[in-house]
Nanobody, 118 residues
Framework: QVQFVESGGGLVQSGGSLRLSCAAS????????MSWYRQAPGKERDLVAA?????????DYADPVKGRFTISRDNAKNTVYLEMTSLKPEDTAVYYC??????????WGQGTQVTVSS
């Protein structure tokens, strides 16, 4: 059974930093491109960053986070990370990780709440 457990969120002031972690299980992690997504209140879930497999040589970012967020992975730990710096109030959302290519019925974790105060 595919599972994701996100952690590392919290309340931070504008300009601060956080490091999110996502532990994955139930599939061969190193064989998949992975992504971070976020969903703000009343909005759809959007892709934030993606990293290729197995070594993460290709990393892509949504325009709003370019230059501020860094995605990385540790295949030995089946974990993907999101380093977030220079946080802004508009980064406030629940953050999720998942495979980059999604299929109907794919499961999601509980996410981790990131709140940035101004």
């Amino acid at each position: 059974q595919v599972q994701f457990v996100e952690s590392g969120g919290g309340l931070v002031q504008s300009g601060g930093s956080l490091r999110l972690s996502c532990a994955a299980s139930g599939f061969t992690f190193s064989r998949y491109d992975m992504s971070w997504y976020r969903q703000a209140p009343g909005k759809e879930r959007d892709l934030v960053a993606a990293i290729s497999h197995p070594a993460g040589r290709t990393r892509d970012y949504a325009d709003p986070v370019k230059g501020r967020f860094t995605i990385s992975r540790d295949n030995a730990k089946n974990t993907v990370y999101l380093e977030m710096t220079s946080l802004k109030p508009e980064d406030t959302a629940v953050y999720y990780c998942n495979k980059k290519i999604l299929r109907p019925g794919d499961s999601w974790g509980q996410g981790t709440q990131v709140t940035v105060s101004s």
